[in-house]
Nanobody, 126 residues
Framework: QVQLVESGGGLVQAGGSLRLSCVGSVTSESDASINVMGWYRQAPGKQREQVAT???????NVADSVKDRFTISRDNGKNTVTLQMNSLKPEDTAVYYC?????????????????WGQGTPVTVSS
């Protein structure tokens, strides 16, 4: 029903910046509506963790570990979400996944379904 495609990952030196983008798309047969969007990340051997989310009204929720360095934004009309990452540290190295919750009628009821992008790797060297 919903496809998420990320871009912008890569290699960067510590202290540098990257901007991740994610574009959501809905199939023509679906009337799904994308609601909350955000970014998660997963480092090797670790569990996936929430980095930042943002509501349709633009209210952000950013993890304390990156709150002073990362900024999340979105464009509701284009179903896109971006993550501006500044002052990157080696511990930010991970695969970053775009997330979206989409509301849709399934099984006779309206509910939110979680969708995930394929992931884009970010490597920060020291």
């Amino acid at each position: 029903q919903v496809q998420l495609v990320e871009s912008g990952g890569g290699l960067v030196q510590a202290g540098g910046s990257l901007r991740l983008s994610c574009v959501g798309s809905v199939t023509s047969e679906s009337d799904a509506s994308i609601n909350v969007m955000g970014w998660y990340r997963q480092a090797p051997g670790k569990q996936r963790e929430q980095v930042a989310t943002i509501t349709t009204s633009g209210l952000p929720n950013v993890a304390d570990s990156v709150k002073d360095r990362f900024t999340i934004s979105r464009d509701n009309g284009k179903n896109t979400v971006t993550l501006q990452m500044n002052s990157l540290k080696p511990e930010d190295t991970a695969v970053y996944y775009c997330y979206a919750a989409a509301g849709q009628y399934l099984g006779g009821s309206y509910r939110y379904i979680d969708y995930w992008g394929q992931g884009t790797p970010v490597t920060v060297s020291s």
